[in-house]
């Protein structure tokens, strides 16, 4: 969704996308368009009303409301009272009508879009969200469906209101005298000649401010998230000052759009006096010749000012448009991004897995980096506990994300229970994996509700007792309001060890029929990490159970212990074997025992 793209589409090409999209809708919006209309034609009624009224007290029993069959004056007046309240009730009726339908069809609209782009954003590969920013995203469905959804709210029905008031107009003013019809009306090709020039010149700008403001609420949301870092290292100046840079570029990106918006109100007022003046100054002698009635003047005057009035509107009206257009683009650009990773048609229920996992001949690489894995193969047996485990970098995560589908091998397979993975239903893939992964992440809500996150119609006891298994509810039942406590945000309530206790029971609560510790343990103290140990055997009871650790005494009871090392699989055994082999594994656990540190710390950071 870059810059230099979007000013190469126009705003007409984002309208047609938008209609496109809002197609289920269409009745609606030809339904809120006749309300405008309608209001419009009955706003223009009262010149003419007032026209017939001087002609009335003017012409009297020769007036035209005379010649229709009312020849007493008074009658002629009575019925221009009626006809003015009918008038009125109608236009007030149409004007609550077109609100209430434009209103409601822009809050429609913003609810489905953002609902539809959020669960679209749901469904993209995790590479995708690589090269995003979460502030750029928040800008998109937060900033540009709200502008679409003001643009909705007035900017629709002023465009259709003053077309209307162009063809009602115009077509009254070619009846009553065409010299002065042509008069009035030469202003309005150079008013849409202006607009669409307007158009051309603004929307680069509008679309740069989207740009702007997206990169804007990229930093803001990395900094609030970020905040302790911030001031960790006392960046909080230098902080500022990056916000102030992206603020500034934002403010600049809007002051270069205001200049040219700024400008088209005064420029069309300017042409509109054109107009104005020659009716009032043609009519008036065409009145004073005799050829043009007094009732007839005083409608085009009125009809002149309602003709070219609003037009002095189009610059908000279509200021309002372009930044609508520019945020449907990107809106709609995020809806049509395309998914990489589909879920296949084979069902594969919990109940059915037993948890044999292949990976055989696995190449991959993430986008412009180095392969991770070449040529890779291993097996991990239905119902075992195996680790893996190896420097930094080897590789040991990315099984994690290839075995859940969060990205796809470029060579080889990754098989559950002999199926491939890609043909496997992709909800059934993921609900059959528990993962507890390094990075802690808590909603915010209760300790309860996120234990119970999973499993949403889970009972209170469930949620205990997947809470002690976990080693959590001794902590749990200090907290104020025990499992009804709030976390807090991303769980900043709560100590780095007590939010990985409650991800672990969150994943045992789950009850999965695989269980992936992805560095579970890392931010909790030794007393916990022996806890948790002697919790393994219990949650990995007829499962199959992956753990992925540096602390090799937590793995050090694993069936069968795979060794990465640089995306090769080194080494593989159970514990005492490995120790026996005397290689890379005999090498990391002498460092974390203290044997051999000077030594085997050398070994270990070459072979990073």
């Known amino acids: ?71 007493s004056v008074e ?50 590969d995790m590479e995708w969200f690589a090269d995003r920013s979460r502030g750029g995203l928040m800008s998109v469905l937060n900033d540009d469906i709200n502008q679409l959804e003001r643009f909705l709210d007035g900017g629709a029905n002023d465009l259709l209101q003053v077309a209307t008031t162009a063809i009602a107009v115009s077509a009254v003013f070619l009846y009553l005298t065409p010299l002065v019809a042509l008069l009035a009306i030469v202003p309005i090709p150079a008013i849409i000649w202006g607009s669409f020039l307007f158009q051309n010149r603004i929307a680069p700008r509008y679309a740069d401010v989207r740009q702007r403001v997206g990169q804007l609420n990229a930093i803001l949301a990395n900094n609030l998230e970020g905040i302790a870092t911030i001031k960790s290292f006392t960046a909080e100046a230098g902080e500022v000052t990056r916000v102030q840079e992206a603020s500034e570029a934002y403010r600049h990106a809007n002051r270069r759009a205001i200049a040219v918006s700024s400008a088209f109100s005064p420029l069309i007022r300017m042409v509109i006096v054109v107009g104005f003046s020659a009716t009032l100054l043609v009519g008036g002698f065409q009145t004073l010749d005799g050829t043009l009635a007094v009732g007839s003047y005083s409608v085009l005057v009125f009809l002149t000012q309602r003709l070219l009035w609003p037009m002095t509107r189009l610059g908000e009206t279509f200021d309002l448009y372009q930044r609508a257009m520019a945020s ?92 491939r993975l890609g043909a496997l239903d992709l909800g059934h893939l993921r609900q059959s994996v528990a993962l507890v992964s390094q990075t802690t992440f808590l909603f915010p809500g209760t300790v309860a509700e996120n234990i119970a996150y999973g499993r949403p119609e889970a009972s209170r006891a469930q949620v205990i007792s997947a809470a002690r298994q976990a080693e959590a509810h001794g902590f749990i039942s200090e907290l ?104 890379l594994y005999a090498r990391l656990w002498a460092v974390q025992t203290g044997m051999l540190t000077g030594e085997v710390e050398g070994t270990s950071e070459g072979s990073r």
């Open 1 to 71: 969704m870059s810059t230099v793209h979007e000013t190469r589409r126009s705003p007409g090409q984002a309208l047609i996308r938008l209609l496109r999209h809002a197609r289920k809708h269409r009745t609606r919006i030809w339904l809120a368009g006749l309300w405008s209309i309608l209001n419009k034609i009955f706003d223009l009624a009262p010149p003419l009303l007032i026209g017939a009224a001087v002609d009335v007290v003017v012409e009297r029993e020769d007036s035209l409301l005379a010649q229709l069959g009312a020849p």
């Open 75 to 124: 009658a002629q007046l009575y019925i221009l009272v009626a006809l003015t309240v009918i008038v009125w009730g109608l236009e007030s009726v149409f004007e609550y009508a077109l609100k209430w339908t434009w209103r409601n069809l822009a809050q429609t609209l913003q609810h489905e879009l953002r609902l539809e782009a959020y669960g679209h954003i749901q469904a993209l």
């Open 328 to 419: 449907t683009h990107r809106v709609l650009d995020l809806v049509d991004t395309p998914i990489q990773i589909r879920s296949g048609q084979l069902a594969l229920p919990q109940s059915q897995v037993r948890g044999d996992i292949v990976f055989e001949g696995v190449s991959f690489a993430y986008p412009d980096r180095e392969p991770v894995f070449e040529d890779l193969s291993l097996r991990i047996a239905p119902g075992s506990t195996v680790a893996v485990v190896g420097p930094t970098g080897s590789g040991k995560s990315t099984l994690v994300r290839l075995l859940l589908r969060f990205y796809e091998p470029q060579a080889g397979s990754v098989t559950l229970d002999g199926h």
């Open 480 to 583: 104020p309001q025990g499992y009804d406590t709030v976390v807090g945000e991303s769980g900043q309530k709560l100590s780095g060890g007590q939010r990985q206790r409650l991800c672990i029971a969150r994943a045992v609560l789950k009850d999965a029929p695989i269980l992936v510790l992805d560095e579970a343990t890392s931010a909790v103290d030794n007393e916990t990490e022996a806890a948790i140990q002697r919790s393994m055997a219990r949650i990995s009871q007829d499962r199959t159970t992956m753990v992925i650790a540096h602390r090799l005494s937590t793995v050090r009871d694993a069936d069968q212990i795979f060794v990465l090392d640089g995306g090769v699989l080194v080494e593989q055994g159970d514990h005492p074997a490995l120790i026996e082999l005397g290689g």
